[in-house]
């Protein structure tokens, strides 16, 4: 069963702009991961934030993580058309000696020039 | 570093026939996956091994799906017979050991089912 929902499930902005992405998740998690998928290079790790941190920065990457409301947003600042791909947020729970992965449904971003 | 190997990239069948996917993993990964991505959706979770031991197969299909790896490294997953459902992109990663937070996705293989 997927246990993230991505919202928007569509977003379009123009180069330059800042896109944020939410996903919201049922179960208690170890970790939440974030990763992009398109048709040039597949499945790419992002970034990962631990079920005690708040807050994560990569590059132009900020994550937010809220376990109270059980949410997670991704913020793309200024945006390059090469951003445009599906993002996926995964949460992770420790299980069997394995981080088991469930993905959402993911928000597909098109960032236009 | 050489990525996650899978072949075929593309697949077409017919239903009840049969079917197998071949995964080779970053070398030196211990734990592989095989996820199911039906489109317009997320990766599924089918199968995950530690070595050549499963860790997780509460999602497969045990009906149709098998799979295996052998000597801790590549492996492959088979389906017999396929339906019209089992159309998908299978994804194969590995990670550095079980608790391993990040995954590596190899380029999948497109499955269809007519």
């Known amino acids: 069963s997927q246990q993230g929902e991505e919202d928007p499930q569509a977003l379009s902005i123009q180069e330059g702009e800042n896109a944020t992405m939410n996903c919201s998740y049922k179960t208690s998690i170890n970790n939440l991961q974030w990763y992009r998928q398109n048709s040039g290079r597949g499945l790419v790790h992002l970034i990962l934030i631990r079920s005690n941190e708040r807050e994560k920065h990569s590059g132009r990457l900020r994550v937010t993580l809220d376990t109270s409301k059980k949410s997670s947003s991704l913020l793309i600042t200024a945006s390059r058309a090469a951003d445009t791909a599906s993002y996926f947020c995964a949460t992770g729970a420790l299980a069997g000696g394995g981080n088991k992965l469930t993905f959402g449904t993911g928000t597909q971003l098109k960032v236009e020039l | 570093e050489a990525g996650v190997a899978q072949s075929p990239r593309y697949k077409i069948i017919e239903k009840r026939q049969s079917v197998a996917f071949w995964c080779n993993p970053i070398?030196?990964?211990?734990?592989l996956y095989w996820y199911q991505q039906i489109l317009g959706q997320g990766p599924k979770l089918l199968i995950q091994?530690?070595?050549?031991?499963?860790?997780?197969d509460s999602q497969l299909p045990k009906d149709r799906f098998s799979a295996e790896r052998l000597k801790g490294v590549d492996s492959t997953l088979k389906i017999q017979p396929a339906k019209l459902e089992d159309s998908a992109v299978y994804l194969c990663a590995s990670s550095l050991e079980a608790s391993g937070y990040e995954q590596y996705f190899g380029p999948g293989t497109r499955l269809t089912v007519t």
């Open positions: 070398s030196g990964h211990a734990t």
């Open positions: 091994f530690q070595n050549n031991g499963v860790v997780d």
